[in-house]
């Protein structure tokens, strides 16, 4: 895990010119190694490869299956699902974070196997359904997959008792979503948070490059995500929430390893100051 690790951090902070020179088919190889499913809290479990999340939330109506990886990854993702022991035509519901390859590029043959239907924000639309952002010639193609809902700021989502609270937190797309949800816990219930990407990995911020909003868009998104409370943070490449680390202590029985009610506002502060570092080089080129 120790490559993928360095892999990660060196793409977390890369400029367009470095992301150009990546050797992808070493990083997509590395994202793809297989993780053994398991339930991270409640009905909430981990279903995604080892370089990139995908959650499963169950119940007896159905399940919602959030993201699907790369291309290669769906089979691992749906074979994870079934390994939990739930069935693949009980996905009623696929959501995607973000519009990029990584994280899209299986969505089309997870909706084949499942028969579900995907639901995605307005402004993520238009990358998901052509396989490709319009505004990021730099970013690679995904298979083009068709929405079937668009969800909104504060649409709720509700399946067998479920309730997801969907928030818009663009800039690392335009249509970056997160969303909230409660989850029962010793006769309380705590918030777990999936969140978008907050990262700018190699977004341009200029003007003419990328989006023009993006700037205003990230800026928006730190400042409302420090007004929100969550128990449970949970991103969408493993290594921006020490992923390894908790689920040892899971395996160890601490059932709420990855409970800390601190880690929102720490995630947030530490990509704002590496947002405001990044805005500072574009500017000065």
């Known amino acids: ?32 190694q297989p993780v053994a499913p398991f339930r991270i809290l409640g009905n909430v479990h981990y279903v995604g490869t080892a370089g990139i999340s995908a959650y499963l939330i169950t119940s007896p109506k159905g399940h919602i299956l959030i993201d699907g990886g790369m291309q290669e990854s769906a089979a691992q993702i749906a074979a994870n699902i079934e390994k939990l022991g739930f069935r693949l035509r009980d996905v009623k519901i696929l959501l995607i974070n973000h519009a990029h390859w990584d994280h899209s590029g299986g969505l089309a043959e997870l909706k084949r196997l499942t028969g579900a239907r995907l639901l995605a924000s307005v402004a993520d639309r238009p990358g998901l359904e052509a396989g490709k952002l319009d505004y990021r010639d730099d970013v690679l193609s995904a298979p083009p997959v068709q929405v079937d809902e668009v969800i909104g700021d504060g649409t709720q989502i509700n399946l067998g008792g479920n309730m997801l609270t969907t928030h818009l937190t663009p800039g690392h797309t ?34 003419g490059q990328g989006y023009d ?19 449970v943070f949970l991103g969408f490449h493993p290594s921006q929430f020490d992923f390894e680390a908790k689920r040892a202590k899971l395996e160890a029985g601490d059932a709420e390893a990855f409970v800390d009610p601190g880690e929102l506002r720490r995630r947030v502060d530490a990509a704002e100051a590496a947002f405001d570092a990044e805005l500072a080089k574009q500017k000065a080129r």
């Open 1 to 32: 895990m120790r490559g993928f690790a360095l892999i990660t951090a060196a793409l977390m902070a890369a400029t367009p010119a470095m992301a150009q020179d990546t050797d992808w088919t070493k990083v997509r190889a590395e994202w793809n």
């Open 213 to 231: 909003a993006a700037v205003s868009d990230f800026r928006a998104t730190f400042a409302r995500l420090k007004t929100m409370q969550a128990d």
């Open 174 to 207: 335009k249509g970056c979503t997160s969303w909230t949800m409660q989850v029962p816990s010793g006769g309380d219930s705590l918030t777990v948070l999936f969140a978008c990407s907050l990262t700018v990995a190699d977004q341009p911020l200029t003007p």
